[in-house]
């Protein structure tokens, strides 16, 4: 992702109040983001409906199934086979 890019998502995230920045403490240069309330509450509530999701996923397919979907999309996302692996530093929220 180009810096250019990188700075229209985190204007776009900032102007919806999801966002916040704040000056780095150790380094003049660079500047924080953290989530705001806002977007902490967004945050908890995207984990509500993929717990919810997960719940009848389990109650339709069957716990092993589910299981199953949930490991192969985690492989997905963090090993995707048509290109680069998430960064290191990634860090799942659930």
């Known amino acids: ?8 998502i985190v204007a776009e995230l900032e102007a919806r109040s999801l966002i916040a920045r704040e000056p780095s403490p150790d380094d003049g240069r660079a500047t924080l983001l953290r989530l705001s309330a806002r977007g902490r509450l967004l945050v908890m ?12 996923l389990d109650r339709e397919l069957g716990e092993g199934a589910a299981a199953h979907i949930r490991s192969g999309l985690e492989r997905l996302a963090y090993e995707p086979p048509w290109g680069e692996a998430a960064p290191a530093r990634a860090r799942r929220f659930w």
């Open 1 to 8: 992702m180009s810096k250019q890019a990188a700075a229209k």
């Open 45 to 56: 509530a995207a984990i509500e409906i993929g717990n919810a999701v997960e719940r009848d």
